[in-house]
């Protein structure tokens, strides 16, 4: 995954037509893109449903015995979501780290079975006396067996040979061992599954998934997931595509930067900050109105959750490092690594959103001279209903997973997709939140009644942005417990990318720039250049660009090549940031003029914030994401420690440390002179520590641990560099513990101090709220 630049390059300087109007290209431009990308990007998802690998009515052996049927696999797509296994295992390639791709896991499995099988009928001895032609031979013949598709379309009928059938019947013994012993299934509470009809269920539904891995796509040399596990032994090597896609799409992104690169020779103006003007803030810190006092308390609540997320975070690398123990008290009796897993998504998500929320209806309440009445009273309906469902949304998961739920729990406790973890209920009222949020926007901010004129394109932008975050979380809805896995991966990364990578982004474009704009430090163009330019660039490479997390998903070649074409154009911002680099740091040196004399811009730790979102996209989501985007790298990397290598250092570094930078300017801009240095230090703290802290866990361990995880795909394949053989080596465990010391210098020097920092900042706006009402 690859996230845009926040913070997009420039070598600006003024233009003369700094306030006119600008080209209507702009908006025609960012139009065009948007049709184009969202036409191919509709066109690939109804694909998706139509491409999707077939789940067969019945499978049988050759006599026509019935073995299991959709309605099996069905459920035991239910039984994986059930217990939270997609925070704990994958299904090829996505999902979590802790324990074993659960696909490739039982493909490697029916290979080493129906090898057994093969070798005592062609050869009438086991496979550990053959010779090495004998070997050879045989692991043709398994390569053979198992990509022959035998599944009959017309009768809906999969019929399996006698290897392939008592390969399925040796699954449900391995998975019934598997979920006994937590030390050996990544932290699992112990005898996580034992129901026979639910292990049963859960073998078909894994069974599938690994015929889908091997089987041939009809007309085509290569499987439904294009050969997705890499296990040679039974005849899962790259495809061509992979290589050639791969080539062609670095020919597209040197073509993306050269062009790039020609805008900013030819248009100097481009960039965030608008230099040869006085710099004159429309807004001033330490004289909040009642309604910027009632949103400093959504700051609280989110650097509370930001340390539950550090906390559980710290938790969930210790099963990678010891996941029999920890520190001598057994945790996953009580708290299973799939739920802390759950909880540090989910808490992620919802500190950060919850940031973007306070911060966009605070800069909103910035534009008008005169607040509505009821604003305040509006605001704590508001809080209250982000902590329901915040809290409610948590404590569902972990009913949900530990089976106190009945058959509720998809409804109110845990879902069991990733990223998607919460309750459908919970997400319908999420839906309704934001678009309460939306509405309370409007309400104070809509364009009609922002006195100044000039700011409303801005302010319109800003609006746009903000609908698009209600509304692109919609397609989290589309989809139940029991729909194909293909299918139900599309519309997943409809969310994870479009939303969180995409709008997110966008959204978070338009606030920084009107942000900016309300600090007087860019002109109104520039500003709009800037959302113009973002938009442009992100949606050119990042609607289509989707795809590359559809791969090896049941999607075909037609996605594998147009997405890997156009992701590569998502980095194409990224590498430009070092242009604007020196921008922010001479900015935080500069001066306001207030009433005719000079004084210190007040918000220099939002702008250091802000260099530290900029430095993250460019190492984290540019450099990390692009690591692991082509198709021939995605196809050995995926749902290795690569990725969330990527993940921490983009999704922390680029959306977290905005959240962080917003809820500072928040801070400061509430807190007087005579009170914010007492936050200050612990905003300086906190700056300090999340980013030192951050680059130790990459530096030092997700980052060796993913390289050396990939290279043992290339040499063992998939199935062993995810299994618990290879994460139980004392090599393993030792990249695992080296994780600790950057996760305690995050919680104790990053995430403590802010929490220190936001509730200081809330008793003041109290403290000055009770002596207003007394003095009035």
Same mark, same amino acid.
């Given at each position: ?18 306030? #006119? ?342 800069? #909103? ?130 969310? =994870? ?208 641990? #993913? ?27 030792? =990249? ?41």
């Amino acid at each position: 995954m690859t996230t845009p630049s926040a913070i997009p390059p420039s070598n600006a300087i003024a233009s003369p037509a700094d306030d #006119g109007p600008l080209s209507p290209w702009w908006l025609r431009s960012i139009a065009i893109v948007m049709l184009v990308g969202f036409g191919v990007l509709i066109a690939i998802t109804v694909l998706a449903y139509r491409n999707a690998p077939p789940i067969p009515g019945k499978v049988v052996d050759t006599q026509g015995t019935t073995l299991f049927t959709s309605e099996d696999i069905g459920n035991g797509q239910a039984v994986f979501l059930k217990y939270g296994l997609m925070n704990n295992g994958s299904i090829w390639g996505h999902g979590a780290y802790l324990g074993p791709d659960y696909s490739a896991e039982a493909l490697h499995r029916m290979g080493q079975d129906t090898a057994a099988a093969l070798a005592l009928q062609q050869f009438g001895k086991p496979v550990a006396e053959l010779d090495a032609v004998q070997r050879a031979a045989l692991q043709a013949s398994v390569a053979v067996v198992l990509k022959t598709n035998r599944y009959d379309q017309a009768n809906d009928v999969l019929t399996l040979t006698p290897a392939e059938v008592q390969a399925w019947q040796q699954q449900i013994s391995h998975w019934t061992e598997y979920f006994k012993d937590p030390t050996r299934n990544g932290g699992l509470k112990p005898n996580l599954i034992s129901d026979p009809t639910e292990l049963r269920e859960f073998s078909a539904f894994v069974s599938w998934a690994a015929w889908v891995s091997i089987a041939n796509r009809p007309g085509e040399d290569f499987s439904y997931t294009n050969n997705f596990p890499f296990d040679p032994s039974v005849g899962n090597v790259a495809i061509p595509g992979a290589l050639l896609w791969s080539a062609l799409s670095l020919l597209v992104f040197l073509a993306g930067i050269a062009a790039v690169l020609l805008a900013f020779g030819k248009f100097e103006y481009l960039g965030w900050l608008s230099h040869g003007h006085t710099i004159e803030p429309r807004i001033h810190p330490g004289s909040p109105s009642p309604g910027q006092r009632a949103l400093v308390k959504f700051f609280v609540v989110v650097a509370l959750v930001f340390l539950f997320q550090t906390l559980i975070g710290g938790a969930t690398a210790h099963y990678r490092a010891d996941p029999g123990s920890f520190y001598g008290f057994q945790l996953e009796n009580i708290f299973p690594s799939n739920l802390m897993r759950t909880w540090h998504l989910q808490s992620a998500i919802m500190w950060i959103a919850t940031a973007y929320v306070a911060a966009a209806l605070f800069l #909103g309440n910035t534009l008008r001279r005169e607040e509505p009445r009821a604003l305040a009273t509006w605001t704590h309906i508001l809080f209250a209903a982000f902590v329901a469902v915040i809290g409610g949304s948590l404590l569902g998961e972990w009913a949900g997973i530990s089976q106190l739920l009945g058959d509720w729990w998809f409804w109110i406790g845990n879902q069991g997709w990733e990223y998607l973890e919460l309750g459908r209920l919970w997400q319908y009222i999420l839906v309704v939140g934001l678009l309460v949020w939306f509405a309370m926007l409007w309400w104070v901010a809509r364009p009609s009644k922002v006195e100044n004129v000039e700011a409303r394109p801005i302010v319109k932008m800003f609006f746009i942005a903000s609908l698009s975050i209600p509304v692109f979380y919609i397609p989290a809805l589309f989809f139940g417990a029991k729909t194909n896995f293909t299918v139900v991966d599309t519309w997943r990364f409809w969310i =994870i990318h479009l939303w969180v990578e995409g709008f997110f982004e966008f959204f978070a474009t338009t606030i920084v720039a009107l942000a900016l704009y309300q600090l007087g430090l860019t002109r109104r163009n520039t500003a709009l250049r800037v959302i113009y330019l973002d938009a442009i660039l992100y949606f050119l490479g990042g609607l289509i660009g989707t795809g590359h997390h559809w791969y090896f998903n049941g999607q075909t070649g037609f996605n594998m090549a147009l997405s890997a074409l156009f992701s590569v154009l998502e980095v194409v911002p990224l590498t430009l940031l070092t242009l604007d680099a020196w921008d922010f740091v001479r900015t935080t040196n500069r001066e306001n003029q207030v009433a005719g004399k000079p004084t210190p811009i007040p918000h220099k730790w939002t702008f250091y914030f802000l260099m530290a979102v900029g430095f993250w996209n460019f190492f984290g989501a540019g450099m990390f994401g692009f690591l692991i985007n082509l198709p021939i790298v995605s196809y050995y990397e995926v749902g290795t420690q690569l990725t969330p290598n990527h993940g921490h250092a983009s999704m922390m570094g680029v959306f977290g440390m905005l959240a962080i930078a917003l809820m500072v300017f928040v801070l400061r801009q509430t807190a007087d002179d005579k009170t914010w240095p007492g936050i200050e230090k612990y905003v300086k703290m906190a700056f300090w520590g999340t980013n030192v802290g951050l680059m130790m866990m990459v530096l030092m361990s997700l980052f060796p641990s #993913g390289v050396l995880q990939m290279w043992d795909v290339i040499q063992h394949g998939y199935w062993h560099a995810r299994s618990m053989d290879y994460m139980s080596t004392p090599r393993s465990h030792l =990249i695992e513990w080296l994780r600790m010391p950057g996760d305690m210098v995050f919680i104790l020097f990053g995430a403590i101090p802010l929490v220190i920092a936001s509730t200081k900042g809330w008793l003041g706006v109290r403290a000055s709220s009770r002596k207003d009402m007394a003095a009035g």
